[in-house]
C-alpha cells in the first residue's frame, strides 16, 4: 500500500523538486558571480562555483562587494532602506491594526459604507493613483525627502481588510469582561487584541518588510537626491552604469536579496503560522 502511494506520489515529488530548481539556481548563479574576478565570469564552462579561469581553483573574492559598496553608493542606500523599513514598517503596522481595529469593534455611523468605499480602492490600478499622490507630497513639501518615501506609505487597505477580518473572528466577551474590569479602548486593544493577533501581525509586518525593502516604483518618482536613494534606486542606476560588468550587478543583487533571505528563514515558521492561523480564523 505504502510502495503504491509512493509511486503515485513519484511525479508530483519530481515536478516540485524541478520548480525548486528553477528557484534556487538562478540564485546560486547571482551569489556564485557576485565572487568571481572580472576575468572569470565569462568562461566556456560555466560553473556555479566562483573558480579561477586559468588553474581551475577555489578563488572567491570581495572586490566586487567593496567596490558597489563604496565607488557605486550602494552602501549608503543600503543605509537609507534599512532606516525607511525601520520607520515606516512600525508606523504602518500601528496605523492599520488601529483602523482595523475600528472597523471590526468601534460601532460609528457610515462604518461598513466606509469600509466598503476603501476595499473598492483596491480595485484601482496603484498606477493610476501615482500622479495624485504626487501632487499630495508636492504640496506638503516632503518631495525629495525622507518623509516623502514613508508618510504616504503608511497605510494599506489590504493589511487594514487582513488585520479586521482576523479581529472580527476574536471572541467579544473577553473585551466585555475586560470592560467590566474598567478596562478601556485603548487598554483592551493593547492588552487582549494586539497578545491575541500576534500572528496576522507577523505575517502583516513581514510582507510589508519585503514590500518596500523592494519598493522601486515610488522612490524613482519621489528622490531626485542620489544621497537619498533606496537599495532598488540605486542597484537600478548600477546596473545602468556597469551593464558590461555582471560581477558587480550580481554583487549589488545579492546585497539586496540576502536580507530578506535572512529574514524569510528566522521567521519562517512564525509566517506560515500566521497564514495557516489566519485562514483558520477567516
Known amino acids: 500500500m505504502k510502495a503504491a502511494r509512493k509511486v503515485r506520489l513519484a511525479p508530483i515529488y519530481i515536478a516540485l523538486v524541478l ?3 528553477v528557484s534556487v539556481v538562478p540564485f546560486l548563479w547571482m551569489l556564485a558571480t557576485s565572487f568571481k574576478h572580472g576575468s572569470d565570469v565569462y568562461t566556456k564552462v560555466p560553473s556555479l562555483l566562483p573558480l579561477d579561469r586559468k588553474t581551475g581553483e577555489f578563488s572567491p573574492t570581495l572586490e566586487n ?28 503596522l500601528l496605523v492599520d491594526a488601529l483602523a482595523a481595529y475600528a472597523f471590526a469593534r468601534i460601532p460609528f455611523p457610515g462604518r461598513d459604507k466606509l469600509f466598503v468605499v476603501l476595499l473598492a480602492g483596491m480595485m484601482v490600478p496603484t498606477i493610476t493613483l501615482l500622479v495624485p499622490r504626487i501632487h499630495v507630497t508636492q504640496a506638503l513639501g516632503m518631495f525629495d525627502s525622507g518623509w516623502g518615501l514613508i508618510l504616504p506609505n503608511v497605510a494599506s487597505v489590504l493589511d487594514i481588510f487582513l488585520l479586521r477580518q482576523f479581529f472580527m473572528s476574536l471572541p467579544s466577551e473577553l473585551e466585555e469582561a475586560a470592560r467590566i474590569d474598567g478596562a478601556g479602548r485603548m487598554q483592551i486593544f493593547w492588552r487582549i487584541i494586539i497578545p491575541l493577533s500576534k500572528p496576522v501581525l507577523a505575517v502583516v509586518t513581514i510582507t510589508s518588510f519585503i514590500f518596500h525593502w523592494n519598493d522601486l516604483v515610488w522612490p524613482l518618482v519621489v528622490l531626485n537626491d542620489p544621497e537619498l536613494y533606496t537599495l532598488p534606486l ?25 536580507p530578506v533571505i535572512v529574514v524569510l528563514l528566522i521567521f519562517q515558521r512564525r509566517i506560515m503560522q500566521g497564514i495557516a492561523f489566519t485562514g483558520l480564523k477567516s
Do not use: D, T
Request: with cysteine; net charge neutral; hydrophobic share 55%.
Open 65 to 92: 562587494y567593496e567596490h558597489v559598496l563604496q565607488v557605486s553608493g550602494l552602501g549608503q542606500a543600503f543605509v537609507n532602506s534599512v532606516w525607511v523599513c525601520l520607520i515606516l514598517v512600525p508606523a504602518k
Open 234 to 258: 540605486a542597484l537600478q542606476q548600477l546596473a545602468s552604469s556597469e551593464s558590461g560588468r555582471a560581477y558587480y550587478i550580481m554583487a549589488g543583487a545579492a546585497l539586496a536579496v540576502i
Open 19 to 21: 520548480l525548486a530548481l
